[in-house]
């Protein structure tokens, strides 16, 4: 199975992409993991990156589209992947499709987290990070009665600035205008699913693999 995951900050992608990954066995793709690889080891479209990052400017869509090439050569992407972060652009959308051509892999399915956002600001809003250890908690699923301490090692729970509803508001706003163009896009290949992911893991899990047949 070759897909493409979508959806916004709080949408549940990480997790879904952890057990999707499982249950095709496949391999997950993250653009972030790519891009930390290749800086770590160095590489040429490595060095080359990390000289724009260094800039504070935008990595080139090449560079990026490179590293996903060299990623899908791996032994472990030939039995399929699930990409994560990519592609994020038209752009970047109509050179994958063109790398997939030429390696003779298209692509199955586009799946599509879709939430209203209101239930994405609450859940993301509820976050609270443990200063201690470092683990994140949502306060709307907390079993505790003290939702103030870490249950794991006492430590102080706080939200981070990143989790403030006007950074969340403008999060999910760079999301929209991001994905939206790219949505429009793969609906027009007949592979896009686009699946209500309000409620638990699980169930979406159930709806996505009903949605793949
Ligand atoms: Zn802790």
């Known amino acids: 199975m070759r897909m493409v995951l979508l ?98 892999t298209p692509l199955d399915a586009i799946i599509l987290l879709d939430i209203d956002e209101e239930i994405l600001v609450k859940r993301l809003t509820n976050r609270r990070t443990c200063r201690a250890c470092g683990k994140i908690w949502n306060l709307l699923s907390m079993k505790t009665e003290n939702k103030t301490v870490c249950s794991d090692c006492g430590g102080e729970l706080y939200q981070r600035d990143d989790d403030a509803e006007l950074v969340i508001r403008n999060r999910l706003k ?12 793969y609906a027009k290949t007949g592979k896009l699913y686009t699946i209500e992911a309000s409620a638990s893991p699980d169930e979406t899990l159930k709806k996505i693999q009903a949605a793949l047949g």
């Open 7 to 104: 959806g916004a900050p709080g949408s549940g992608k990480g997790t879904q992409a952890d057990l999707l990954k499982d249950k095709y066995l496949c391999a997950h793709i993250s653009t972030g993991d790519i891009f930390r690889r290749n800086l770590k080891d160095k590489t040429e479209l490595g060095v080359k990156a990390g000289e724009f990052m260094n800039r504070g400017e935008l990595v080139p869509d090449e560079i990026v589209i490179g590293m996903v090439k060299d990623r899908l050569r791996e032994p472990d992407a030939s039995s399929g992947f699930l990409m994560d972060g990519f592609p994020r652009t038209i752009p970047q959308a109509e050179a994958f499709d063109a790398m997939l051509d030429e390696l003779g």
């Open 174 to 185: 760079v999301y929209h205008d991001q994905t939206s163009p790219l949505v429009s896009w």
